[in-house]
């Protein structure tokens, strides 16, 4: 394919879908911070928008250098690239600035980056590189073990910056994994793991559970006299079971910080505290609420102007959208998020080998994560945990870093005839 042809084998499809996100992103971002009194324009760097404005004339920037760049760049850079941000992220705790209460910037005077935002990129291409190799099979346990590790890694530095939200970004590759031919079983385990721990947490005495735990082990045992591999695993089931139960009261009042104790209590029952540890996922409600079904109109919000929802212009821009263009103009933001992730996987089964596949996968689960819990946290169906919603939350890092991994997809697909199927 010759480069000046490139233009016409990208895909104008998400391209468009990413163009009308990051423009209604950045009119909601004036709209947080607009100021009727006042009248500044939208293009006033004193303002996040116009500040969001140069981050969007840099990401052209980003876009047309990705563009240029040969597509076997990206396969050839994978573990360098990792390996450059695990390294950034290790210096985070050590020279890093600290902003918003969290340790995650490195940079020099009001400049500075989010590794972990790149470190979402640099993942997706070292899990596309190793699953990718040649003679690859996703039933070895080391092979497991190995991809575990590479999103293991960054998950536990990130930890150490106290940014609990984008390390838990990570775990959302176990869908890449699934698609790949991992067995279910880990998934439905975790899932049941996080399901058997909010019951605890919704339940103050679980006695009942050990003893509905031990019944059910007697009747297996009973009914299965012979089957002792069987009863061997329910036993051990069983024990890690009453194991999860009895730890969530540890893990609640010694392991997790005072704030996100509160997270957790403002999900089970925000009504408890209203004023206290409810308020921000109440505020959130009330403002989504107040826009009914056309909005109040843009620029009209009351609950995002003055304060009363908190990190408006980031983690609860979906607020603004929600009170000022209502459940027309949320529905309107789902649908385009939706369409895109769509987009992805169409791209992803499209692709001639297994490295550009998974690395599409890797993508869309990404964006999947924090498009899900993102919106589900503004209305109180996940825990608040601080992570943006793509291409709408103001932040040149968070803008940036789904650029990359967005277009990096595209330039593989608008190069997929050419890239040779791996085995």
Not at 9 to 26: E, K, Q, R, T
Not at 287 to 293: D, E, T, V
Not at 323 to 346: D, H, K, N, Q, T
């Amino acid at each position: 394919m010759r480069q000046e042809n490139i233009s016409s084998s990208l895909d104008w499809v998400s391209i468009g879908l990413y163009a009308a996100m990051v423009l209604l992103g950045w009119l909601n971002i004036y709209a947080v911070g607009y100021d009727e009194a006042v009248g500044q324009s939208i293009f006033t760097l004193s303002l996040n928008s116009g500040r969001q404005l140069m981050f969007i004339g840099a990401s052209f920037f980003i876009i047309l250098g990705i563009v240029i760049l040969d597509v076997r760049f990206y396969d050839a850079i994978a573990y360098l690239l990792y390996g450059l941000l695990m390294v950034m992220l290790i210096l985070v705790p050590v020279i890093g600035k600290e902003v918003g209460g969290n340790k995650a910037w490195l940079g020099i005077g009001s400049f500075g980056v989010q590794p972990s935002e790149f470190a979402k990129v640099a993942t997706a291409l070292v899990v596309a590189k190793y699953i990718g190799s040649v003679g690859f099979r996703m039933d070895n346990l080391r092979n497991q073990a190995v991809l575990f590790a590479l999103i293991g890694v960054p998950m536990v530095l990130i930890l150490l910056q106290k940014d609990t939200g984008t390390a838990l970004v990570f775990t959302s590759f176990m869908i890449v994994f699934f698609r790949e031919g991992m067995s279910p079983f880990l998934i439905i385990v975790g899932f049941c793991a996080a399901a058997l721990f909010i019951l605890t947490l919704l339940v103050p005495n679980p006695w009942y559970l050990h003893t509905g735990i031990v019944f059910l082990l007697v009747v297996l045992i009973v009914m299965g006299k012979k089957k002792f591999k069987r009863i061997a695993l329910l036993t051990i089931g069983a024990i890690l079971i009453m194991g999860v139960v009895e730890s969530v009261d540890y893990v609640i009042t010694d392991v997790l910080k005072p704030h996100q104790q509160n997270r957790i209590k403002a999900l089970i029952n925000p009504d408890a505290d209203p004023l206290g540890y409810g308020w921000n996922v109440t505020q959130s409600k009330i403002a989504i609420g107040s826009g009914g079904f056309g909005g109040k109109g843009f620029l009209q919000g009351t609950q995002t102007k003055f304060d009363f929802v908190p990190e408006q212009s980031t983690d609860f821009i979906f607020c603004t959208i929600g009170e000022e263009e209502g459940w027309i103009g949320s529905l309107l933001v789902i649908a385009l998020f939706v369409a895109l992730l769509l987009r992805i996987i169409y791209l992803a089964e499209r692709q001639k080998n297994r490295f550009a596949r998974v690395y599409a996968y890797g993508a869309a689960s990404i964006f999947f994560f924090h498009f899900a819990v993102n919106i589900g946290m503004t209305i109180g169906l996940f825990p608040v945990i601080g992570i943006p919603l793509p291409f709408f939350s103001y932040g040149g890092s968070s803008l940036w870093g789904f650029t990359i991994l967005l277009f990096i997809l595209l330039k593989i697909d608008a190069h997929r005839g050419q890239m040779l199927q791996r085995i």
